[in-house]
């Protein structure tokens, strides 16, 4: 399930990040989401990711995943959802689409 982004109505805590800590510092982050890069520079998926979920999440919580178009949520959906995890979703078109409909965004400060 693709959370259309006209929905305003995504509370910021169930929302994890994955994107690069680059483009976080390029584009700013959603206040209150969690930042956790599923695919590192090399392209391959973060050996963590699924642990740092699990740390912040309880198996049928909701998950909103968010990157930069939605390409990568795709995949992030797939692992989370074979380790387990029963409610996750996406942000239709990213964090590009999300914001350019009005998502506030504030500056990552490492």
Do not use: Q
Request: charge should be neutral; aromatic fraction near 10%; hydrophobic fraction near 40%.
């Amino acid at each position: 399930m693709s959370y259309n982004t006209a929905n305003k109505s995504i509370p910021n805590e169930c929302v994890i990040d994955i994107r690069l800590p680059s483009e976080w510092y390029e584009t700013g982050v959603l206040e209150g989401s969690h930042l956790i890069t599923f695919l590192m520079a090399s392209g391959a998926v973060n050996p963590l990711f699924v642990h740092e979920v699990k740390k912040l999440f309880g198996k049928d919580d909701k998950i909103v995943l968010m990157c930069h178009s939605g390409r990568r949520t795709k995949l992030a959906m797939e692992v989370l959802k074979n380790a387990g995890f029963s409610n996750v979703s996406d942000i239709e078109g990213g964090v590009y689409n999300y914001s350019r409909l009005g998502a506030k965004l504030v500056e990552y400060k490492g």
